[in-house]
Every structure is written in structure tokens, then in C-alpha cells.
Nanobody
Framework: VQLQASGGGLVQSGGSLRLSCAASGRTFSSYVMGWFRQAPGKEREFVASISPRGGITYYGDSVKGRFTISRDNAKNTVYLQMNSLSPEDAAVYYC??????????????????WGQGTLVTVSS
């Protein structure tokens, strides 16, 4: 599986962005998908994950109520809608995939495939 993340950019505090992650391959619909982020000098942090059919989602505590993960299996794409952004959300955002089909996977080591990352910058 190859993953291509996009949609990052510069946004003002309080603004919104939607990230996309396009996946190659015909088995996308059987993979759990996740989003992580990493700010300079910090460890990679779990943001959200979604089950293969989209019925189960999980969120990191810092983004609950502001971010929404979704997927379109017909388009082999997972999305991350980010609202009410703050400077603390600034990071490189990575999408990840794993064939385990278990949505409750919160550690980077639990994902087999990674995209290249997309940079989100939030101005105060």
C-alpha cells in the first residue's frame, strides 16, 4: 500500500483544514487507517483512526470534538477534517494504514504503512 497525504498549509488560529490521504491498491477497504502528527522536538502523536468500513472511530484527547476522520472506500481515500485549529495543532501530519482491521490502534508501531506527511502551520 502506498499512501499520499495532502491538504496541509497555513491557516489562522480558529480556522479549518481538510487533509486527504489517497491510497493505492485494491485492499484499501480492509485496512484500518490512522492519522498521526509530529511537531518539532516531539514524539509522533496519535490523532485519529477509523475502522475499515468507517463505522468505528477513535480520537486523541487533544483533538476530540474538533477533528473528524472519515473515509471513502470507493475513492481509496481517508480524510481528516480539522476545525478550531490552534498553534498547538501545528505539525507534520501523517496518514498510516494497517491490515489488522482493528481501529483501536494508537501507537505508530501498530501501523505497517505510512505516507510522506503534510505540513500544517497555524498562525496565532
Amino acid at each position: 500500500v502506498q499512501l499520499q497525504a495532502s491538504g496541509g498549509g497555513l491557516v489562522q488560529s480558529g480556522g479549518s483544514l481538510r487533509l486527504s490521504c489517497a491510497a493505492s491498491g485494491r485492499t484499501f477497504s480492509s485496512y484500518v487507517m490512522g492519522w498521526f502528527r509530529q511537531a518539532p522536538g516531539k514524539e509522533r502523536e496519535f490523532v485519529a483512526s477509523i475502522s475499515p468500513r468507517g463505522g468505528i472511530t477513535y480520537y486523541g484527547d487533544s483533538v476530540k470534538g474538533r477533528f473528524t476522520i472519515s473515509r471513502d472506500n470507493a475513492k481509496n481515500t481517508v480524510y481528516l477534517q480539522m476545525n478550531s485549529l490552534s498553534p498547538e495543532d501545528a505539525a507534520v501530519y501523517y496518514c498510516a494504514a494497517d491490515p489488522s482491521a482493528i481501529a483501536g490502534r494508537f501507537r505508530p508501531t501498530q501501523y505497517a504503512y505510512w505516507g510522506q506527511g503534510t505540513l500544517v502551520t497555524v498562525s496565532s
